[in-house]
């Protein structure tokens, strides 16, 4: 997300969404949206606009596209909510760092990940897997998850924390996973070809 890429990204759902709730053109202009009503409640338009550094008629399309989806709804007195299925929506983001030795810089990137991620964790092999317990501490205090991954599996070293991330990356990767993931994993792929390119 952004510059920050997981190595794996799995987003579940305690049930199926509708694929129907989210844009078909859903971006993250839309995500964005979708955050701010989401945590902050009934949002009016010109609010929106000005959280978003928008205009009222460039935000006027953002919010057609999310009624007409029925992931918000207009309120009696002209402002914006989350519609009762969206806010019925639980989903949970999980982002994982896989590293064969370097667990220093596998922890750092893990724990950017906590910004979009509920949970985020470390898978590493196990025989590189840190042993000392100030090193283990680091991933405690961190909130970050840490497995160790042999021929036979994969075992907890140390469970994550639930990060309760809030912010328009998450609505981004919960909307892209529940209309199929195109959205984002062409976006990645994308990516991946620019910086072939370049290289």
């Known amino acids: 997300m952004g510059e920050v890429i997981p190595d794996i990204i799995y987003v579940g759902f305690r049930s199926p ?9 859903w971006t993250f202009r839309h995500s964005f949206v979708l955050s701010l009503v989401r945590h902050r409640h009934r949002l009016h338009k010109e609010t929106i606009a000005c959280l978003c550094y928008e205009t009222e008629e460039r935000i006027s ?8 989806s029925g ?8 402002s914006y909510s989350l519609s009762r299925d969206m806010s019925h929506i639980k989903a949970c983001v999980v982002a994982v760092e896989t590293k064969l030795r370097r667990w220093r810089d ?20 196990a025989v590189y897997v840190p042993k000392q317990k100030d090193d283990l501490s680091l991933f405690r205090k961190a909130g970050v998850g840490l497995c160790a991954a042999t021929p ?6 140390i469970k994550p924390k639930n990060s309760c991330p809030m912010g328009a990356e ?9 209309r199929g993931g195109q959205t984002l994993w062409s976006c990645l792929k994308s990516l991946k070809a620019s910086r072939q390119a370049v290289t």
């Open 17 to 25: 969404p509708k694929h129907s709730m989210w844009s078909r053109k």
């Open 61 to 68: 399309s953002l919010l057609i596209d999310l009624q007409r």
């Open 71 to 78: 992931a918000i709804v207009q309120n009696s007195n002209g």
């Open 106 to 125: 596998a922890l750092e990137q893990a724990k950017m990940y906590r910004r979009f991620a509920d949970e985020s964790i470390v898978v590493m092999a």
């Open 152 to 157: 036979k599996g994969v075992c907890w070293v």
């Open 170 to 178: 998450r609505e981004y990767l919960i909307g892209s996973a529940a």
